[in-house]
């Protein structure tokens, strides 16, 4: 009996030690020294170097100037500091600096030379005791993360992923330091401004707007917009704002989103950031999606008018798990992020609309990994690694099939090879295990060979270093099958032989993923001729489905159908996501109207963002 406090101690301390640890990684105001010493991968990325001196919270005070497209801010962080710490530094891009103060007294501050993707590392004296750094700067008009929409309705977007947020706040930027933050933002009345963290619901009349994150998030999660939108509730934790032409169409395209949020909760586990809503950006946003924590970015090109572009929401909605819960801890590791995620999109998928639906999308997904990995292999076998290497590189250019599709191919041979079940309850507790931490490539293979894959055979079958280590898709890969989109691929056969009419196609009957395959495998060498007899037949031009419509320009290039040409110009003009200008100005420039493309893109460029202008700046040699 005596020893029974013994062992109620010692219970004790083995739960507070849980405690203390879960605490440093979860709780705001983690002030333990769990933070500094916590194990990090390399960022080469970063200039940041969290063991001598972490954030750990912002306070950004902010106003937005749209007449000259600055933002004047103070950026006061609580910070960490090691017991030899001398100095904290930060990334910079472009950022005038004003003045910096440690814990109210003016210091010092220097800024080291700029390299061209990372920078300029911002340092700051301080001490062990140093607690709060405050820095005064304004950003610049072109500042890379920031969009700055002109006309009679004035839109601001950052796109902070992957280190931009370093161009419009000075920050620690790298995808394994987390902080909570808070703000406090003025911008032009008659506007709303929304960021990563609670939103408003209504316009402010002074235009001032104060936002509290209080779960810790890194940098590139760091969000702002600036615009006249509304807010409408489609459920109980999920809601859409746009601007107030697009705001019914936007409540109706995305009226299913509380039931993918339940059913992302019922695979794996509950949702940690309380609501989930989606602003629709200007058709210039770069992206299809970003996975800002509780408002996801999102490009209008999704609104089809018939929900039939919902699983962008899927898949951002999933990173609400995969990337912001458990993250990447560098860019090199980007297949923890996306990878995971596509799985789990996938998977959201199936369970709300049905295997046949996620089945036809995962085909269209193994064609498009499949050209990539051909494409890449000729140039760059090693961007063909699940596992990459950026040093010296800009992170960007981790943005291929790869990490998204290899990595969801991966994960699927480890779904099939287990068997769902046991492969379910291994990532419900991954995330649960990791949630709001980090993890890397290592990290990650120690814990599958631990919890999953711990028998040789089972090490045998999957093959790690071939699927992560190794170049190209591995032989083990799994295959995908679907019925209709063999169907399609009949008819298409059937249709360029001549054995079916136009009229025969079952275009009415086909849903965009059966579309998109019959016009993105159609020979490129189809005459304009054919082209013709498809567009008179089922009027495609007019399609309100931006995927459709993208193949279907994609092909009148290749085919040069002179019918398309003004939408194609409309349509680049518009609209500024990047997976849709890549190939259509790379297959102007492959069919020898390289003329053309430069022509476009002349009157397109002034439109689009730093990210999209980077890749089509290279592509079409601008300005030559
Ligand atoms: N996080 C990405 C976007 C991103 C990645 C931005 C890397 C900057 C650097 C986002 O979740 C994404 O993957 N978007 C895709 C959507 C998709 C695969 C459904 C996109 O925008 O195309
Ligand atoms: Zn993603």
Redesign the pocket.
């Known amino acids: 009996m005596r020893t029974t406090p013994f062992i109620l101690l010692g219970l004790l301390a083995i739960f507070s030690a849980a405690i203390t640890s879960c605490t440093s990684e979860t709780l705001p105001s983690g002030k333990s020294q769990a933070i500094l010493e916590m194990k990090r991968a390399n960022d080469f990325h970063s200039y940041s170097r969290p063991e001598e001196a972490v954030v750990t919270h912002l306070n950004w005070t902010a106003s937005i100037d749209f007449a000259t497209r600055i933002i004047t801010a103070t950026a006061a962080y609580d910070i960490q500091a090691a017991a030899d710490a001398e100095r904290i530094l930060f990334d910079c891009v472009d950022l005038n600096v004003t003045g910096v103060v440690v814990d109210g007294a003016p210091v010092d501050w220097q800024l080291g030379p700029a390299q061209p993707i990372m920078g300029q590392p911002l340092s700051i004296p301080i001490s062990k005791d140093s607690k709060q750094v405050l820095i005064s700067y304004q950003s610049s008009p072109d500042a890379g993360a920031l969009l700055w929409v002109e006309g009679e309705q004035p839109f601001l977007f950052t796109?902070s992923?992957?280190i931009l947020a370093r161009t419009w706040i000075p920050c620690q930027d790298s995808p394994g330091i987390r902080f909570t933050y808070e703000a406090h933002v003025d911008v032009p009345t008659g506007t709303m401004a929304m960021m990563s963290a609670t939103n408003p619901t209504e316009q402010a009349l002074d235009g001032h707007y104060d936002f509290v994150m209080d779960q810790p998030i890194p940098s590139y999660l760091l969000a702002l917009a600036v615009g006249n939108v509304e807010f409408r509730s489609v459920g109980a934790h999920t809601g859409v704002y746009a601007v107030p032409e697009l705001i019914d169409a936007a409540a109706y395209e995305f009226a299913e989103m509380e039931e993918l949020l339940i059913a992302a909760e019922n695979l794996y586990g509950k949702y940690a950031w309380e609501r989930y809503d989606l602003l629709v950006l200007p058709a210039a946003f770069p992206?299809?999606?970003?996975?800002n924590p509780r408002l996801t970015f999102a490009t209008p090109t999704i609104i089809a008018g018939d929900r039939s572009l919902v699983?962008?929401v899927a898949?951002?909605l999933a990173?609400s798990w995969s990337?912001n819960l458990v993250t990447n801890a560098t860019w090199d590791d980007f297949w923890l992020?996306?990878g995971f995620?596509?799985y789990f999109?996938q998977r959201i998928m199936e369970s709300v609309y049905g295997r046949e639906v996620s089945e036809m999308l995962a085909t269209l997904s193994y064609q498009g990994l499949v050209d990539e990995v051909d494409q890449i292999m000729d140039t760059n076998p090693d961007d063909t690694h699940l596992k990459l290497h950026l040093q010296n590189r800009n992170p960007?250019d981790g943005?291929t099939a790869i990490a998204?599709d290899k990595g969801y191919f991966f994960l699927r041979l480890l779904e099939e090879t287990v068997g769902r079940e046991t492969f379910d309850s291994f990532l419900k507790t991954y995330f649960e295990t990791h949630s709001f931490s980090v993890m890397d490539t290592d990290r990650f293979i120690d814990y599958l060979k631990t919890n999953l894959l711990n028998t040789p055979e089972l090490l045998a079958t999957v093959d790690l270093s071939a699927w992560i280590f190794g170049p190209g898709l591995p032989a083990n890969c799994p295959s995908v099958g679907s019925k209709r989109i063999e169907r399609v691929d009949a008819a298409l056969q059937a249709w360029e032989s001549g054995a079916m009419s136009t009229n025969d196609l079952p275009w009415n009957d086909w849903v965009y993923q059966e579309r998109y395959r019959f016009l993105s495998n159609l020979d490129d060498n189809s005459s304009a001729d054919r082209l013709a007899e498809l567009d008179e037949a089922w009027a495609i031009s007019q399609t309100g489905n931006n995927e459709v419509l993208f193949a279907w320009l994609e092909q009148s290039i290749r085919s040069h159908y002179g019918p398309s040409y003004a939408r194609l110009e409309s349509f680049l003009v518009e609209i500024g996501r990047r997976?849709f200008l890549t190939p259509l100005y790379g297959a102007m420039i492959e069919t020898d109207q390289a003329d053309l493309a430069k022509r476009i893109y002349a009157l397109a460029r002034p439109h689009y963002h730093s990210v999209a202008t980077g890749t089509m700046d290279e592509l079409l040699n601008w300005p030559g």
Do not use: I
């Not at 992206?287 to 996975?291: A, K, P, R, T």
């Open positions: 796109q992923q992957a992206f299809g999606g970003m996975e699983a962008l898949h951002e990173h990337g992020n996306e995620t596509v999109e960007d943005m998204y997976k």
